[in-house]
Every structure is written in C-alpha cells, then in structure tokens.
C-alpha cells in the first residue's frame, strides 16, 4: 500500500463519515467524484488509518479504469492471489477456476482491497463478491 500523501489536508468530513461506518460494520465503501479532486489522496489517508484493522494484508489495486487498456478483473484476481501466495502461484485459466481460487485464499481474512481508478461497476464487482456487502458510495 503506498503512503498517503504528507501534505493532505481537508476532508475531514468525508473521513469521519466513512470511519464512523467502518465502526458500525461496514465493509465495502466506495468514493466517486471528477477525476483530479483527491480520492486516491483520500482513499490513501483512510487506508492508512484502517490498516490495523486488517491484519492479514493490505493491497493496493491500480485498475486503471481511464486508460484505454483497463485492468481486467481476472487479471487484478491474479494480482491479489500472487501476492498472498508468491510470484510464481499458477493459475487457472479457466475464469471460474480463477474466481474460485481468488474467493478461497481471501475467504476468512481481514484484507482491505483499494481499488484505485475503476472504470465502472464491472470492473469491480467481480473481486467484491468474496465479501458480504455491496459497495456504499461517497461523492465528493
């Protein structure tokens, strides 16, 4: 997970709202707004201020969603499979074989998933499905 910016300020609003539903369970948040406004910036301060709550990992996804070759998400699955089970993992080619295997190494653990710059829903709904909610949005 890289560092959040040092020289953030501001949306202390946002990062209360989004604390305070952590607090209360929440699992899943998402942030939407224009690009170049900060929500890397403040995905980062509040993934810095979760980390403990997540003991078994912290991965940082860049999906790359404005690009004209978006990261597919069988491939952010082999991402995240690899980084919980080395470099040299083989996977499954076929697509559900991958979506069971990505379900099972994060099944039962405490791992927050920032996803950076996601095109649209179907980008990421597939490496949401391991866990028990759907996303929450916050515009800012």
Known sequence: MPKPPEDFTGREE???EILKAFNRGATITGL???GGIGK????????????????????????E???PNPLKPADAMAQVI?????AEERLPEDQNELHGLYNSVLGGKHVLLLLD??????QVLPLLRWGLR???????
Request: glycine share 10%; hydrophobic share 45%.
């Open 65 to 67: 969603g404005t690009s």
């Open 40 to 63: 890397t910036a403040l995905a980062l301060v509040l993934a810095d201020r979760l980390m403990n709550r997540f003991r078994d990992g912290q991965i940082f996804l860049k999906l």
């Open 32 to 34: 939407r707004g224009a």
């Open 117 to 122: 710059n996601a095109a649209n829903d179907r």
């Open 134 to 140: 759907r996303p929450g949005h916050i515009k800012i």
């Open 14 to 16: 946002e990062l209360e």
């Open 82 to 86: 690899r980084a919980f089970r080395g």
